[in-house]
């Protein structure tokens, strides 16, 4: 049974500081993804990515995966309050999204 | 832009009684699913189906059913709504190597 798993479950962190959010997986797959989600709101894609190695960069926010490792990092660099919010990882199995329980991002001036 | 659209974004049910929660895409996806979302515990799949009368269980199918009579629509029946039952519902069409497109999703409260 694939399992997903996020760390930290929050984290409260101060504007223009940088932190990583991790995301395991328990089984093999290429396949991962980032999603953001605002209170009350829905979610929205943040990243793809579908390979060993695979970086992606948007903004303030960096996203790589190691499939050897089963390990997805989110890197938030230097803070902002607008990057507050819930950030869910996705592990694809057999066309279907396994999510990890979220982590909830707060940023303070 | 896909457009995964529900019918309602709150839903206030009284316990025993039969809910419907309806969802509709525009892109003629096959693939739809249904997920629930609690604090703490992330997304978890209720039901997903591949076509037109098709549906597969998900993780937690245990009091839900689904219907899908045509390929834009998929609905999610709680046969008779329990207080365990109040939550956040999403729905989402997804294809392999892409990502999923979320319904602006359904709180639904059972008394």
């Known amino acids: 049974e694939l399992k997903v798993e996020q760390n930290p479950l929050f984290l409260s962190m101060q504007e223009g500081k940088n932190y990583t959010i991790y995301c395991n997986y328990s089984?093999?797959?290429?396949?991962l993804y980032w999603y953001r989600q605002d209170p009350g709101k829905s979610l929205e894609s943040l990243f793809v990515l579908l390979s060993n190695g695979a970086v992606k960069q948007e903004g303030r926010l960096m996203a790589s995966l190691d499939t050897k490792a089963r390990l997805s990092t989110l890197h938030i660099t230097a803070a902002v309050h607008d990057l507050s919010a819930t950030y869910f990882c996705?592990?694809?199995?057999?066309?279907?999204?396994?999510f990890g329980t979220g982590t909830r991002l707060q940023v303070f001036p | 832009d896909v457009k995964v659209t529900q019918s309602s974004r709150y839903l206030v049910k009284r316990t025993g009684e039969k809910v419907f929660l309806e969802c509709v895409q525009d892109?003629?996806?096959?693939?739809m699913f249904w997920y629930r979302q609690d604090p703490g515990l992330g997304l978890r799949l209720i039901y997903f189906?591949?076509?037109?009368?098709?549906?597969e269980k998900g993780d937690i199918p245990e009091g839900y059913s689904v219907s899908r009579e045509k390929k834009e629509r998929f609905s999610l029946i709680l046969e008779s709504a329990s207080t365990n039952q109040t939550s956040m519902y999403l729905c989402a069409t997804h294809l392999v190597n892409t990502e999923a497109f979320f319904g602006q999703g359904t709180r639904l409260t059972v008394v």
């Open positions: 892109m003629d996806h096959e693939n």
């Open positions: 996705a592990v694809e199995r057999t066309d279907k999204l396994i």
């Open positions: 189906s591949y076509d037109v009368k098709m549906k």
């Open positions: 089984t093999t797959s290429d396949r």
